[in-house]
C-alpha cells in the first residue's frame, strides 16, 4: 500500500529534550515536506526536500532541523524543543516538487512539549 | 504574498444540499490549485486539482477556476453527512511550496 509512515503518533515531552520524528515513503517520490498544524494559523511548511541531501527551509524553520540522506526517509529533528512547538505536524509527499501532483500525508504527529 | 483566504464556517447544509465553499489567492502567479478534505484527527486527503480555467467535475465535486478574479471554488452536489470535514484550499505559484488556507469546516445536516 502506497503511504506515508510517520511516527510517534502521539508525544509528550519536556523542554530541551532532543527529539526526532521520522517519516518514510515508499511510493520513490522526489519531494518531501514538513508541515505543522495549529489552529487558527492552517498548515504552515517547515522545510521541504526536492531529493537526496537537498533541502530547503519553508516558512518557519526556526527550531527545527531535517536531513534526507535517502530518498524514502525525512526525520525531522527538534534539537531543544519549546512549548511553542507544540502542534500537530505532517509529513508529506510528492511526485514532482511544487506539490503540482498533489501531496499523500502521513497520519499525523501531536507534539506536546512541556 | 503568498495568502490564502478561506471563510473558516462553519458553514451548516442540509443533507441532500449543494454545499459552496470559496477560496481567494493573492498570488497572481499561482499554478496549480487542489482541494483536500480533513476529517478531524486525521491527516489531510487529496479531493480535486485544477490548473486551467473553468469547471472541473469529479462525481458529486465540482472544482471552478477564476484566475482573473484569483478564486477557486468547490461544490458538492447532494451533500451527505460523511461529508462534514474541514475542507482545505491549497495554491501552489509553481515553486516549492503549497501554501493552504486555513480550512472551512462543513457540516452536513441529516
Known amino acids: 500500500e502506497a503511504q506515508v509512515t510517520q511516527n510517534p503518533r502521539y508525544l509528550i515531552t519536556v523542554t530541551g529534550k532532543k527529539l526526532t520524528v521520522t517519516c518514510s515513503q515508499n511510493m520513490n517520490h522526489e519531494y518531501m515536506s514538513w508541515y505543522r498544524q495549529d489552529p487558527g494559523l492552517g498548515l504552515r511548511q517547515i522545510y521541504y526536500s526536492m531529493n537526496v541531501e537537498v533541502t530547503d527551509k519553508g516558512d518557519v524553520p526556526e527550531g527545527y532541523k531535517v536531513s534526507r540522506k535517502e530518498k524514502r526517509n525525512f526525520p525531522l529533528i527538534l534539537e531543544s524543543p519549546s512549548p511553542n512547538q507544540t502542534s500537530l505536524y505532517f509529513c508529506a509527499s510528492s511526485a514532482r516538487q511544487g506539490g503540482n501532483y498533489g501531496y499523500t500525508f502521513g497520519s499525523g504527529t501531536r507534539l506536546t512539549v512541556v | 504574498q503568498k495568502e490564502v483566504e478561506q471563510n473558516s464556517g462553519p458553514l451548516s447544509v442540509p443533507e441532500g444540499a449543494i454545499a459552496s465553499l470559496n477560496c481567494t489567492y493573492s498570488?497572481?502567479?499561482?499554478?496549480?490549485f487542489f482541494w483536500y478534505r480533513q476529517y478531524s484527527g486525521k491527516s489531510p486527503e487529496l479531493i480535486m486539482s485544477?490548473?486551467?480555467?473553468g469547471d472541473k467535475e469529479d462525481g458529486r465535486f465540482t472544482a471552478q477556476l477564476n484566475k482573473a478574479s484569483q478564486y477557486v471554488s468547490l461544490l458538492i452536489r447532494d451533500s451527505q453527512p460523511s461529508d462534514s470535514a474541514t475542507y482545505l484550499c491549497?495554491?501552489?505559484?509553481?515553486?516549492?511550496?503549497?501554501?493552504f488556507g486555513t480550512g472551512t469546516r462543513l457540516t452536513v445536516i441529516p
Open positions: 498570488d497572481r502567479v499561482s499554478q496549480s
Open positions: 491549497a495554491v501552489t505559484p509553481g515553486a516549492n511550496n503549497l501554501f
Open positions: 485544477i490548473y486551467s480555467n
